[in-house]
């Protein structure tokens, strides 16, 4: 009687070792099976290419396959409604942008989830490079003459916007002077309108704007990231121009379920930062018109709230109804 128990007792203890969370678990062992990276979008789109350079890193780093799942639809929320209910063992992360995390839940009626309860904060992939531009045959060169334009004929200007980042930071930029705004179901078509004159303003990627900066065609006048960025690198930032209230950003960030063990939340974030870091990584983003930098996990939920607060502010601010 007295050996079984010792057998039992000892059978308990090592199963414990294998499960998250439990005292007797360590991180050490993880992982040891490929990992699943949701993204919410479409293969061959933006996203996807930049989840795809990140996991293709990552996995160099963990040593273990990182198979990237597209899950489209709803404007990223499908996917980050399979992440949050999966179960927390470090093995299914989603590559969360600010459509899914900040927009859904502040701008629909009824809110898919609570993203500061749904999900664990892992760290920030990074920023996609955003750019104020107007058309060349616009008189402006700088923000503040743009902005003296609007306020000197309210309502007779337009803007673009293709997402709800781009329309909130326009609507930071401007504050109470007036302009009428399209959206568009793409940045391409906003563009093009753009260039014929038919639209004055808009914020738009870094795919798009540096080619026909180059060009001639377009000029840019503050870019949303917080440094200058290696495409444009001749645009000032909002913080360089005081536009202290330009706080709204595209940016993307990993997530996992919630509940998440400390231990793997730690380990991932690291991984995550030190993938960001590697050159070929890095080189590949800047391709994709993206600035890639990690943070650790108490700096990412510190950043995800403030975006967080940005959007609700400026929605009831402005009263902006989305569709």
């Given at each position: ?25 360590s ?84 809110p ?78 906003a ?8 639209i ?33 690198p ?27 063990p400390?231990a ?60």
């Amino acid at each position: 009687m007295q050996r079984r128990t010792l057998t039992l007792a000892a059978v308990s203890a090592l199963a414990a070792t294998a499960l998250p969370g439990t005292a007797a678990w360590s991180a050490e062992a993880y992982p040891n099976k490929p990992l699943r990276l949701i993204v919410g979008f479409a293969a061959g789109g933006g996203a996807d290419s930049l989840t795809r350079i990140i996991a293709e890193g990552l996995a160099k780093q963990l040593g273990q396959q990182v198979i990237v799942e597209n899950r489209p639809g709803a404007d990223g929320v499908l996917a980050a409604q399979a992440t949050s209910s999966a179960k927390p063992d470090g093995y299914t992360l989603l590559m969360g942008t600010n459509t899914a995390m900040v927009a859904a839940p502040t701008l629909r009626p009824t809110p898919p989830y609570d993203p500061f309860k749904a999900f664990t904060p892992i760290s920030s992939a990074g920023q996609f490079s955003m750019f104020l531009v107007v058309p060349a045959s616009l008189p402006v060169k700088s923000v503040n003459e743009l902005l003296a334009l609007v306020a000197a004929k309210p309502g007779a200007l337009n803007s673009a916007s293709s997402n709800s980042a781009s329309e909130l930071a326009m609507l930071q930029l401007l504050g109470e002077r007036k302009v009428v705004n399209a959206r568009y179901k793409g940045d391409m078509q906003a563009m093009t309108d753009l260039l014929g004159g038919q639209i004055h303003m808009m914020f738009t990627t870094g795919t798009l704007a540096p080619g026909f900066v180059k060009e001639g065609r377009i000029r840019a006048l503050v870019t949303l990231l917080p440094q200058r960025s290696g495409l444009l690198p001749e645009v000032p930032t909002g913080g360089e121009l005081g536009l202290g209230k330009l706080t709204i950003t595209p940016w993307a960030g990993f997530f996992g379920p919630p509940g998440l063990p400390q231990a793997i939340t730690d380990r991932l974030s690291l991984e995550l930062q030190n993938t960001l870091k590697r050159p070929e990584v890095h080189a590949q983003l800047v391709q994709q018109g993206f600035e890639g930098y990690g943070m650790s996990p108490a700096k990412f939920t510190e950043f995800f709230r403030t975006q967080y607060d940005a959007f609700g502010a400026t929605v009831r601010e402005h009263n902006v109804k989305f569709e």
